[in-house]
């Protein structure tokens, strides 16, 4: 069964403490991963998609990396408008054109 | 508005009405699909539209729920004797469709409260 599982389900950092959020996945045919931003009240904000493995994308202090496995947001020097729930989302093989999203990671970052 | 626009924003009604949601989506866009996130979970594939093609309605939670595109844009998921556990906010996203894993860019929901 393709999963998605995301870590810490919570983050707490000071301003300017760089960190990186995990997505796990089990797939069948990989044929996208995809990251997205969601503030409260709003629907998620597209950041990233990662293809294959080995793949990075970067984005102001966001970079995202691919690997057989597993994903990584790594987020640099955070500012406080950071603050959101990242979403991992798979699109599996298969001709299947729907997002299998993780729970999310709720990151808060404090001055 | 370049975005997908989707209303009511926030509806509220009885155990057992019936209720409409209406997504209109990016312009251009002709892949569509509607998710459901409910609380402290994740989002949850509901269905997928393109263009005339039949559409994947794998993921509706029952046959109380159903949905329609009409002329390859404006979409609307009605779900029928609605139940509390259909509380959730329903979220509408659009995609270009030349490949299949363009992403997919989402309205910000409709919320819905079934008292």
């Known amino acids: 069964e393709d999963q998605v599982t995301q870590s810490p389900e919570a983050l707490r950092l000071q301003e300017g403490e760089s960190s990186s959020l995990n997505c796990s996945y089990t797939?069948?045919?990989?044929?996208?991963l995809f990251w997205y931003r969601q503030d409260p009240g709003k629907g998620p904000e597209f950041l990233f998609t990662?293809?294959?493995a080995g793949e990075e994308k970067e984005k102001e202090r966001l970079k995202a990396t691919l690997t057989k496995k597993e994903s990584f947001l790594h987020i640099t020097a955070p500012k406080p408008e950071d603050s959101a729930t990242y979403l991992c989302?798979?699109?599996?093989?298969?001709?299947?054109?729907?997002?299998?999203f993780g729970a999310g990671t709720r990151l808060a970052v404090h001055p | 508005g370049a975005g997908v626009s989707q209303s009511p924003s926030n509806k509220v009604t009885e155990k057992g009405k019936d209720v409409e949601l209406r997504c209109d989506p990016i312009?251009?866009?002709?892949?569509l699909y509607w998710y459901r996130q409910s609380l402290g979970q994740g989002l949850e594939f509901l269905i997928y539209?393109?263009?005339?093609?039949?559409?994947?309605k794998s993921g509706l939670p029952s046959d109380r729920f159903s949905a329609e595109r009409t002329g390859g844009s404006v979409s609307t998921l009605t779900i029928q004797r609605t139940q509390q556990e259909d509380s959730a906010v329903y979220l509408c996203?659009?995609?270009?469709?030349?490949?299949?894993?363009?992403?997919?860019?989402f309205g910000d929901g409709t919320r819905l409260s079934i008292l």
């Open positions: 996203a659009s995609s270009l469709e030349q490949s299949s894993n363009q992403p997919q860019h």
């Open positions: 797939v069948s045919g990989l044929r996208g």
């Open positions: 990662l293809y294959s």
């Open positions: 989302a798979v699109q599996a093989g298969g001709g299947y054109n729907k997002l299998i």
């Open positions: 312009s251009g866009h002709t892949a």
């Open positions: 539209f393109q263009g005339n093609s039949a559409p994947d």
